[in-house]
Nanobody, 124 residues
Framework: QVQLVESGGGSVQAGGSLRLSCVVS????????VGWFRQAPGKEREAISC????????YYVDSAKGRFALSRAKTKNTVHLQMNSLRPEDTGYYYC?????????????????WGQGTQVIVSS
């Protein structure tokens, strides 16, 4: 059974930084992808970044490029999302999710296991 546990959310002022972590368990190989998504209050869920775990290729949506950085820890089953220059519009719940194929996607429906979410609040 695949399980994901996120951590690292919190409250920061605009311009600050946070690092989110996602620990994944339950896979016996690297044939999967890990995506980060967020849902702002009153808005639909949106994709932020994704890593294909079999080749470590990382992808970002345009709004995340230059401010967010996804990395894979040496422990290999942990993925970090470093968020810099945070803005009030980055406020929301952040989720990591896994897709049982090493293919990144911005469509949440391709991901079948989700973490519980971690809240990020950015104040102006």
């Amino acid at each position: 059974q695949v399980q994901l546990v996120e951590s690292g959310g919190g409250s920061v002022q605009a311009g600050g930084s946070l690092r989110l972590s996602c620990v994944v368990s339950g896979f016996t190989s690297d044939d999967y992808a890990v995506g980060w998504f967020r849902q702002a209050p009153g808005k639909e869920r949106e994709a932020i970044s994704c890593i294909s775990m079999n080749d470590d290729r990382i992808y970002y949506v345009d709004s995340a490029k230059g401010r967010f950085a996804l990395s894979r820890a040496k422990t290999k089953n942990t993925v970090h999302l470093q968020m810099n220059s945070l803005r009030p519009e980055d406020t929301g719940y952040y989720y990591c999710a896994t897709r049982p194929a090493a293919l990144c996607s911005w469509y949440g429906g391709h991901f079948d296991s989700w973490g519980q979410g971690t809240q990020v609040i950015v104040s102006s």
